[in-house]
Nanobody
Framework: QVQLVESGGGLVQPGGSLRLSCAASRSIFSIYVMGWYRQAPGKQRDVVATITNGGNTNYTDSVKGRFTISRDNAKNTVLLQMNSLKPEDTAVYYC?????????WGQGTQVTVSS
């Protein structure tokens, strides 16, 4: 099993930055894919960014050029650096890991972009 704990959410003004962190309860070296999803009120949960253990990344179009996902295998952590934040980025952000044919989710962290 894998427990995931997110941190780093909060309230930020448009154009600002936040860095989300996801700490895993076990080594992530063998976890093939980790990523971030988000869910805005009244909407479905959608993928934001993913990263493989080989370092290959994918981003949803709306965040390309603004968000960067990275993983630190030594610290069992996945990061999401979010720059140039927009009000439409407001959502609960969830960390996810695909391991041993199962998808694991964190509890989520709220990101609010508002002036």
């Amino acid at each position: 099993q894998v427990q995931l704990v997110e941190s780093g959410g909060g309230l930020v003004q448009p154009g600002g930055s936040l860095r989300l962190s996801c700490a895993a309860s076990r080594s992530i070296f063998s976890i093939y894919v980790m990523g971030w999803y988000r869910q805005a009120p009244g909407k479905q949960r959608d993928v934001v960014a993913t990263i493989t253990n080989g370092g290959n990344t994918n981003y949803t179009d709306s965040v390309k050029g603004r968000f960067t996902i990275s993983r630190d295998n030594a610290k069992n952590t996945v990061l999401l650096q979010m720059n140039s934040l927009k009000p439409e980025d407001t959502a609960v952000y969830y960390c996810t890991a695909y391991y041993a044919l199962r998808t694991y989710w964190g509890q989520g962290t709220q990101v609010t972009v508002s002036s």
